[in-house]
């Protein structure tokens, strides 16, 4: 069955400081996977994405994602984080036939002047 | 820009009562879908709808159904409110099922039930 692990419930770090959220999923295919965010009382906004081709995906608001078919990875990263970036994340995989998303239970990033 | 609005973000029932949560996109979108997000549990999928008048079950339907009348509308139901429905709850939307779609999503409606 598909599903997405997001490891760390809560992460915290000082702004400017680099970041990376980690994602595991499993699924039989090649995956079709997806990063959002969600500030406080808001709905989900969308990141970044990948279907194929470059592993290394870059979106939105300076972050990046990589690829990793071996690891099962699709880990977020930032070079420095700003305090606008405190927020909650989601990783997600999704059925290619009906666009079904499967999200892991998300990441809460606290950020620190 | 894509928009997908839902018309209320905050509510409060009474348990027992029924209840609609409604939901327009303005992008002409084929797929329709509503999420319920809850703490600890990231979003689970109720219902999702690829046409007018269709619907499939997602992974937690029980004690919902969906009304699609109409391209642009998705509606959740809940025909009795209970309090363990009291959670917030996503719409989202995307074009036609296929390979590279972006899938959006609207502010989301707080649901209390008491």
Redesign the interface.
């Known amino acids: 069955a598909q599903s997405v692990t997001q490891p760390d419930i809560h992460i915290t770090v000082s702004e400017g400081a680099s970041l990376e959220l980690r994602c595991n999923y499993s699924y039989g295919a090649t995956p079709y996977l997806f990063w959002y965010v969600q500030s406080p009382g808001q709905g989900l906004q969308l990141l970044l994405k990948y279907f194929s081709g470059d592993t290394l995906v870059q979106g939105i608001k300076g972050f990046e994602a990589e690829f990793k078919r071996s690891q099962s990875s699709f880990n977020l990263r930032k070079p420095s984080v700003h305090w606008s970036d405190a927020a909650e994340y989601f990783c997600a995989v999704a059925d290619p036939d009906t666009d079904k998303l499967i999200f892991g239970t998300g990441t809460r990033l606290q950020v620190f002047p | 820009d894509v928009k997908?609005t839902q018309s209320s973000r905050y509510l409060v029932k009474r348990t027992g009562e029924k209840v609609f949560l409604e939901c327009v996109q303005d992008m002409d979108h084929e797929?329709m879908?509503w999420?319920r997000q809850d703490p600890?549990?990231?979003?689970?999928?109720i219902y999702?709808s690829?046409d007018v008048k269709m619907k499939?079950k997602?992974d937690i339907p029980e004690g919902y159904s969906v009304s699609r009348e109409k391209k642009e509308r998705f509606s959740l139901i809940l025909e009795s409110a209970s309090t363990n429905q009291t959670s917030m709850y996503?719409c989202?939307s995307?074009r036609v099922?296929?390979?590279?779609?972006?899938?959006?999503?609207?502010?989301?409606s707080?649901l209390t039930v008491v």
């Open positions: 997908v797929n879908f999420y600890g549990l990231g979003l689970r999928l999702f690829y499939e997602g996503l989202a995307s099922p296929g390979r590279g779609n972006t899938i959006y999503f609207g502010e989301g707080w």
